[in-house]
């Protein structure tokens, strides 16, 4: 764009004096006429009727050869108009200079039949100002147009006055023009004059979360200015706003996502640096509550398909009904959302190499915000690991159980009694409660595996566990020690007691002599009892020795083919007496009733 300055007005001169173009001398009827135009502000030039110029002033002097002078100048037309109109005429006239145009506003007078006066104005800087403003409102009315941004005003109420043609946020500009921006804001206790609609001092990046026309949540961040009159009164205000809700809601997911690999990453290390899984599931409830601000449970599914709770998180609602809250159909892999009584909740089955092995559930109140697109990717994340997890944990009790477990009869064995008749001992002597050891032997029990063979041998065993099982309880010890020797810790019961509860196992041992043939050694059995006494007895080993030694005084005294014996040793006592001796046949005619 080129700049032009206005000439200053000066006195009328006669060309005559220094052109050859002027003709002709001043007359005196001219001369009033150079006083008058003085003041003009720009070129005044005196044309005469054949074009020729007879005077002007000296801001007229330079335009006198681009406008009047050359092949067909621009005014002499007017000129030769004007004469013929006997009137005056005006019009723009475009002057260029190196390329440049200058406009000029020219209006020719004619002063008598052979005189005209032509006035000058230089019209360009106007005429730049007024295009430059032109390109300047278009160039902001179509930004405003094609950007994703829209502009707004408000009036002194707060209400939109003017909205872009485009609307916002789903809404037309009708839509929004005659509302108060308050009507579709989402925190509908903020303070109204906190928003920029309403700003009295300029609002940059003001971060906004409105209701857009399809219902769902927009992110605006606004900049607007306050709108004052000319007494400097406040009368609104005016800005642009500009919709990030597709930032914030990417910025939102890749914060969720770095979320959900930190707690994917926590629960990975703690698999690694955990001995124990078990304890390494709390910590991994632990991290999954912490994250979800929710409590959480991950429970096992057991070989009946029953789930089984292992870890919690927080304040878990044990009256929680898991079978309610999960999927109808076990296979399913997404979360489920429900509602239980008081609670929202969200749960997922964990797989194994395509089999379900457990469950995550997530509770929270249910005045608590509902579950979100978020926490069904948090679970989904630590879904896998936690199935993980739950195999390592009954893989390892698995591998306890065959350590501690006797193959054949699935009682304890030797070492696993031995440790939890050590934990029991250490119980009665804190508690001062009584107990009694059985030690159960099988009498001719070789007879039976050299004329029928081990897999009759097995089932006698395994029917003497069966035994011994179910006349016991679930907080008794009861343990295959030895090839045909077996082992039972009765917690919390006297010598009298306990030498009734031998003689019930004994009866229904004596049920075992079926097994045997009329021709062959009879299977019998030898029983030693012997009564803890938490004064004296400290050492565990020498306990169940003690009882060991009980049944071969038994067994040596025992000399009825068939039958069972039970000998008794109590507290105060360290040798089976002969008078302690008891058979089954005794315990057959007794009158005395065995307690159940």
């Not at 406009?103 to 007078?109: F, G, H, N």
């Not at 019209?123 to 100002?129: A, D, I, Q, S």
């Not at 914060?255 to 991994?284: D, S």
Request: glycine content about 8%; proline content about 4%; aromatic content about 6%.
């Amino acid at each position: 764009m080129c700049s032009f300055h206005r000439c200053g007005a000066g006195p009328m001169t006669s060309a005559a004096d220094t052109n050859p173009i002027f003709a002709g001398s001043r007359e005196p009827a001219l001369s009033g006429l150079a006083g008058t135009f003085e003041n003009w502000p720009g070129p005044v030039i005196e044309v005469m009727r054949d074009g020729s110029v007879a005077q002007t002033n000296d801001s007229g002097r330079a335009l006198v050869a681009e406008i009047l002078v050359g092949e067909d100048p621009p005014m002499r037309k007017m000129v030769s108009l004007a004469f013929d109109a006997g009137g005056s005429v005006s019009d723009r006239l475009e002057v260029v200079r190196d390329g440049q145009s200058s406009w000029y506003e020219c209006v020719v007078l004619p002063l008598a039949v052979d005189r005209a006066l032509v006035l000058v104005r230089d019209e360009t800087y106007n005429l730049n100002v007024r295009q430059a403003l032109f390109e300047s409102r278009q160039r902001y009315r179509d930004l405003v147009v094609i950007s994703s941004d829209f502009a707004w005003e408000t009036d002194a109420n707060g209400v939109f006055i003017f909205v872009s043609p485009h609307g916002a946020m789903g809404y037309s500009a009708e839509d929004l023009v005659g509302h108060h921006p308050i009507e579709f804001v989402i925190d509908t206790e903020v303070d109204r004059s906190e928003l920029p609609y309403s700003t009295r001092a300029p609002v940059t990046n003001a971060q906004i979360w409105m209701r857009g026309g399809d219902g769902e949540e927009a992110c605006l961040v606004a900049s607007a200015v306050p709108v004052v009159d000319h007494e400097g009164v406040w009368r609104g205000a005016r800005g642009l706003c500009r919709d990030v809700t597709e930032e914030r809601v990417r910025d939102s997911a890749l914060a969720q996502a770095k979320v959900r690999e930190q707690v994917v990453a926590y629960i990975v290390n703690q698999m690694r640096e955990q001995a124990k899984p078990a304890a390494m599931l709390e910590a991994a409830v632990a991290m999954l509550g912490r994250a979800e601000s929710a409590c959480a449970a991950v429970y096992r599914r057991t070989k009946s398909g029953a789930y089984e709770l292992s870890a919690t998180h927080d304040d878990w609602p044990t009256s929680l009904d898991v079978e309610s809250v999960l999927p109808v159909s076990g296979d399913l892999a997404e979360p489920f959302r429900s509602e239980a009584v008081g609670h929202r909740t969200m749960a997922s089955i964990t797989h194994y190499r395509g089999v379900p092995n457990g469950a995550i559930v997530l509770a929270r109140p249910d005045n608590m915000k509902p579950w979100s697109g978020d926490d069904e990717a948090m679970l989904a994340a630590v879904a896998g690991q936690l199935a993980i997890a739950l195999r390592q944990i009954a893989d390892q009790r698995e591998l306890e159980r065959l350590s501690s477990t006797d193959a054949l009869t699935g009682l304890m064995n030797r070492r696993a009694f031995q440790a939890s008749l050590d934990t029991a001992i250490a119980r009665a002597h804190r508690t001062g409660t009584s107990g009694a050891i059985i030690y159960v032997d099988l009498d001719n029990f070789k007879a039976i595996n050299d004329n029928y063979g081990h897999e009759t041998g097995d089932a006698v065993l395994v029917e003497v566990a069966e035994i011994l099982k179910s006349r016991s309880r679930t907080y008794d010890l009861v343990a295959r020690i030895g090839g045909d020797e077996f082992v039972v810790w009765l917690d919390g019961v006297n010598f009298t007691v306990a030498k009734r509860r031998a003689g019930e196992l004994a009866i229904e041992m004596a049920k075992l002599s079926h097994y045997s043939a009329e021709d062959l050694p009879q299977l019998g059995a030898s029983v030693g009892i012997v009564e803890f006494d938490s004064a004296h007895d400290k050492d565990t080993a020498e306990l169940v020795a003690r009882a060991d030694r009980a049944m071969y005084d038994v067994k040596t005294h025992n000399k009825k083919t068939g039958d069972v014996a039970i000998g008794a040793v109590p507290a105060e006592g360290n040798r089976t007496r002969s008078d302690d001796l008891v058979s089954v046949s005794d315990l057959s005619d007794s009158e005395e009733e065995v307690p159940s």
